[in-house]
Every structure is written in C-alpha cells, then in structure tokens.
C-alpha cells in the first residue's frame, strides 16, 4: 500500500459510494487533511504503478503540500542529515581570503506520509522525483560568498518508507581565514557551517548522514585535481548559533588543506639561494680587483629583475615568511656591495696616503687576529698579515712597493736620512693593518653569508617536512 497519513485526530468519515468502489482495488493512497477538529481521508486508485508514470499521478496529492514541512506532528522538528564530497579545490585566494571548492551535498530526510510496499508495486522500493514537487530544507552555508549556481531540474530519490535523498553539485565560494606567513609552507583550516536559513531548532534538526572520518576519506580518495592544495582532513563540531531569541541548529565542518611547496621551491628559492650563493663566492675575488664591484652590482641587479618577475607567485596581501627572506637577500647583497666599495676606496686610500687607524679599530684587530681568541675572522700569518681568501693580494702588493733603504741607495738618492726611513716603515705598517682590516672584513661578511645560506636551507627542510 502507498499510504500518506497527516492525522488520526476524528475518526475519517464515510466518503461514500466512491470510497465503496475502490477500497478493492490492488493500491491505495490514503490522504487524511488536517483541519481544526476533524480529519479527512480520501483514496486514490493507483493501479498498475511503475507503469507510464502512474505513480506521479499518485502522489499528486503530496505534492500539492509541498509548501509545508512533512511532519506529522509539527512540534516534532524534522532531521535532516548531511553529507558532502569535497572532489577539487579550485583556487584559494589570498588577497580576497576566498577558498574555492566544488562540493557534492547530500541531504537525507524523512516524509512520513509516504510509504507503500514494493511487493504490491511491482518491485519497486526507489523512485526518482523532480525536486521543485517537493520540500527542501532551506540548508545553506554560512560562509558562502557567491550566488548559487546549482544547476535547475534536479531530481530527488524517495524510497519505499518515505526517506527522501537529495544530492547536488555546488561549486562553494567560502570566505576563510587564511594565515599565509608560512607561505608556501602553509596549512589553512577553513571552514564550512551548514545551516537552515528559516527553520529554528523547535523545526529543523541537523545530523550526520556519514561518520566525519569517511566523508574526509572519500573525499581524499575522488578528489580530481592535483595543484597547488591537497585536502589533509575534515573534522566537526555542532554547536548551537543564537540569533537573538532563535536558537539554531548548526554543523561546522573544518576543512584542512595544505599547499604542495615544491613548484614555489623551484622557481622561487632555488634561483635567490644559486644567486646568494654566487655573490658569497665573490668574495674570493681579491679585494683591490676592479672586477669585483662591477660583477657584484650586476649580480644585484640581476636578483632585483627575477624579484619583478616572480611577484606575482607572492600573495598580494601579508608579509609570509618568504618575503622577509627575499628581504634578507636584498639586504645581504647591498651590504656586501656598500663593502666592496668601502673596501676598494679605503685601500685606494691606503697606498697613497693612509690615515691613521683609530685606536679602538687598532686593539679590536688585535683582539680578532689573536689566535688566542676565537673570533671569526682569520689568523695571524707571521703576527703581521692574515691567511685570507684565495685571490687576495698580499699587504706589499697594496702597498705601491714603497722603496726600501737599500734601495734607496741603489737609487742614488742623496739626503736619506732614518727619519724618512722610519717614516716610510711607519706608512707601510698603516697600509698593512688597513689591508688586515679589509681581509677581515670580507671575511666576517663572507661567513655571515654562510651562516644566512645554512640557517635558510635548515629552515626549508624543517617547514617542509612539518
């Protein structure tokens, strides 16, 4: 029997002749009205049902009440249990904090007016129904920022016991809360809160039609795109949501999702690290060369030109993690620029006319090529030089080969006395603490360089694999 009950509240009274005339037939479909008072039941022969669409026509009658919750008692709240797929992630948009995904969302609920048995309908246990011929829990998504665009004339499947179930795609535009200072190593958990629009808690009950675990495995198992974002997990919560005197009943979903960095790895660090890199190893050039500022500005401008062309892979909106690193980059080479420079016009200075060094640089020198000390710069070679990086020239060669006092005789120079003699040692002593200075120099700048390079590919290794 396809049976639909509203009400037992009066006894149905006689619908006469009729009634009397059908009550034989195979198939009925009982329909009692409620009204103030009494009830009403007619019937509806319903012969040969599955055939030619007969069963539209009987349940005619319960689509004429598609307006009205199906419920028998209406201080009874209807349960509707949801489900969902998540089968891409689109696009997630930093600037606008806007998650993109496409979604299959199931809702399953009960209409208790409907029912019949499949052994006298031919078989028949399912059947499908266009949606706009019935009720539909007014469920929507909370953080959903876009209009709906879910396809018109989708159908509906309602079983023999009346448990309707109704799938759809949507493609959810959500707004989130996007944390991107890890970038590209960030995770974000987004979420996702199903909601009726009307319906308080006295009306409309939400639950689960699927445990948590399995949506968020089936979701990983059929999700189609394989870019930028790969789906971790989904977890719940059902806390319920005031809106002054209304209360609500609520699901909120925690989608989380992690970015796959290794396109941002190369064509974003590999390139600034390689270019680092190569301005560290300048520093093997000597220091009075006048190759070295030259290759270290083109070196500079060529970081600044890849920064321009690789901008727009950085999100628009924040300052991630990468981008201080960028910064560093930056900085390290117009330090080491603003060195080279200082360096070269200090010992251009130095072999013409060197200025006296202060007496802090003096002892500070001192303290940093003692080799009882363990600061980072070089030691002592003969208490007088430094063991420097290869290519550097040596004090003497910086020093414009100042003429000796043997020379000085050979050169027939008359009136040489041993002031002029200590005079000159004295210049050549200053030439050779300002070329110690510089070795030292370039020597602390290089081995903050491999500090900065070993503490950044720790960094990537440690944000990659957590």
Request: glycine fraction near 4%; include cysteine.
């Amino acid at each position: 029997m396809l049976g639909i009950i509203l009400s037992q509240a009066t006894p149905a009274p006689d619908l006469g002749p009729s009634y009397r005339e059908h009550k034989c037939s195979p198939l009925i479909l009982t329909h009692s009205m409620l009204t103030t008072g009494r009830g009403s039941t007619f019937t509806i022969n319903c012969t040969g049902f599955g055939q030619n669409g007969k069963y539209m026509t009987a349940l005619d009658s319960v689509f004429e009440r598609k307006a009205f919750r199906p419920a028998i008692n209406f201080s009874i709240p209807t349960i509707v249990n949801i489900s969902f797929t998540v089968s891409a992630i689109l696009d997630v948009d930093e600037q606008l904090q806007l998650l993109s995904s496409f979604l299959w969302l199931e809702m399953v609920w009960d209409n208790p007016f409907i029912s019949w048995n499949p052994e006298e309908c031919e078989g028949i246990s399912k059947i499908s129904v266009a949606t706009k011929n019935l009720w539909l829990p007014d469920i929507f998504i909370t953080e959903f920022m876009d209009v709906d665009k879910t396809p018109k004339g989708l159908k509906a499947f309602i079983s023999n016991e009346g448990r309707i179930r109704y799938k759809k795609p949507m493609k959810v535009v959500s707004i989130c809360n996007l944390n991107i200072f890890y970038f590209p190593f960030d995770q974000q958990n987004c979420t996702l809160t199903f909601s009726s629009f009307l319906y308080t808690v006295e009306y409309i009950s939400l639950g689960m039609e699927n445990e948590v675990w399995e949506i968020a495995h089936t979701s990983q198992d059929i999700i189609q795109t394989h870019g930028e974002w790969e789906l971790l997990g989904i977890n719940k919560a059902t806390p319920k949501k005031s809106v002054g005197t209304n209360l609500y009943d609520q699901i909120i979903f925690y989608v989380a999702i992690r970015r796959r960095p290794k396109f941002y790895i190369m064509n974003l660090l590999v390139p600034s690290s390689f270019l680092v890199t190569i301005d560290a190893f300048s520093f093997y050039l000597p220091a009075g060369s006048k190759d070295r500022a030259p290759f270290k500005i083109t070196l500079l401008l060529g970081y600044n030109v890849f920064l321009l062309m690789m901008n727009d892979l950085l999100p628009a909106s924040g300052t991630p993690l990468i981008s201080v690193y960028f910064a560093l980059c930056l900085s390290l080479m117009v330090l080491s620029l603003l060195e080279t420079i200082f360096i070269s016009y200090l010992l251009d200075l130095a072999t013409t006319q060197p200025p006296p060094m202060p007496r802090w640089l003096h002892f500070l020198l001192l303290h940093c090529t003692s080799p009882r000390t363990c600061c980072p710069a070089v030691p002592q070679k003969r208490n007088t030089g430094l063991d420097h990086l290869p290519g550097m020239k040596e004090p003497m060669e910086l020093a414009g080969k100042l003429p000796g006092p043997r020379e000085t005789k050979l050169n027939g120079c008359p009136g040489s006395t041993r002031a002029q003699q200590e005079d000159k040692a004295q210049k050549q002593h200053l030439v050779s603490l300002w070329v110690q200075f510089s070795h030292m120099m370039d020597t602390l700048l290089f081995c903050l360089y491999l500090i900065f390079l070993a503490t950044s590919i720790v960094t990537v290794i440690i944000l990659w694999n957590t």
